[in-house]
């Protein structure tokens, strides 16, 4: 049996501009407002009912799950922007202020976050392989011209800017901090 959806185009491309609608007010709402938020107001937000929001997640959970997860994958596939069009070094430090905002702006979820992570959908072995494959991506770049050091594992990387990002007082710190984590990439004669 083929659904509406299926049969008419045009209403699969209003479904799935309402499915964005909805991953971008939530955003929006689960970064900039109260914990938790309310589904009614992202819906209002999205321009959609709480109907539609429930059809396309059917929890809390599933959203902020989706709201993480493209989150991710926006923050990771800026790596080989970057890449293309700074040189290393500077990409990696542009990727690492996108990750500095990236963590920044899940504080606001926290508790929904929490939530998704107990159910076992997000786990931090996932987001650390989506991680350090962006970050390999620069350090390749990096090794191949020369600008960054060649002994350097992506892993490492990655937990230094955890380590940095759990540890420093305010942003301030932090971004001083990740400041010094890519003069520490930098290969020896390059900088």
Same mark, same amino acid.
């Given at each position: =049996?083929?659904?509406?959806?299926?049969?008419? %185009?045009?209403?699969?491309?209003?479904?799935?501009?309402?499915?964005?609608?909805?991953?971008?007010?939530?955003?929006?709402? /689960?970064?900039?407002? %109260?914990?938790?938020?309310?589904?009614?107001?992202?819906?209002?937000?999205?321009?959609?009912?709480?109907?539609? /929001?429930?059809?396309?997640? %059917?929890?809390?959970?599933? /959203?902020?799950?989706?709201?993480?997860?493209?989150?991710?994958?926006?923050?990771?596939?800026?790596?080989?922007?970057?890449?293309?069009?700074?040189? %290393?070094?500077?990409?990696?430090?542009?990727? =690492?202020?996108?990750?500095?905002?990236?963590?920044?702006?899940?504080?606001? =979820?926290?508790?929904?976050?929490?939530?998704?992570?107990?159910?076992?959908?997000?786990?931090?072995?996932?987001?650390?392989?989506?991680?350090?494959?962006?970050?390999?991506?620069?350090?390749?770049?990096?090794?191949?011209?020369?600008?960054?050091?060649?002994?350097?594992?992506?892993?490492?990387?990655?937990?230094?800017?955890?380590?940095?990002?759990?540890?420093?007082?305010?942003?301030?710190q932090a971004s001083r901090m990740l400041q /010094?984590?890519?003069?520490?990439?930098?290969?020896?004669?390059?900088?």
């Amino acid at each position: =049996m083929v659904s509406e959806i299926e049969r008419r %185009p045009s209403a699969r491309r209003d479904a799935q501009r309402n499915r964005q609608r909805i991953i971008e007010a939530a955003k929006r709402a /689960l970064t900039t407002g %109260p914990d938790p938020v309310k589904i009614e107001t992202i819906a209002r937000e999205a321009g959609v009912g709480v109907g539609t /929001l429930y059809r396309n997640f %059917p929890s809390r959970e599933a /959203l902020v799950e989706e709201v993480y997860r493209s989150e991710l994958t926006h923050l990771c596939a800026v790596a080989t922007q970057l890449v293309a069009d700074h040189p %290393p070094a500077d990409a990696m430090r542009e990727w =690492m202020r996108c990750y500095q905002d990236f963590v920044a702006t899940k504080h606001g =979820m926290a508790e929904a976050l929490r939530a998704v992570v107990a159910s076992g959908a997000i786990s931090s072995g996932q987001t650390r392989e989506h991680l350090d494959g962006a970050i390999a991506t620069i350090l390749d770049a990096g090794r191949t011209d020369g600008s960054l050091r060649a002994d350097v594992r992506p892993a490492d990387v990655s937990a230094s800017m955890a380590g940095i990002m759990l540890t420093a007082a305010d942003i301030d710190q932090a971004s001083r901090m990740l400041q /010094l984590l890519v003069d520490g990439l930098l290969a020896r004669d390059a900088s």
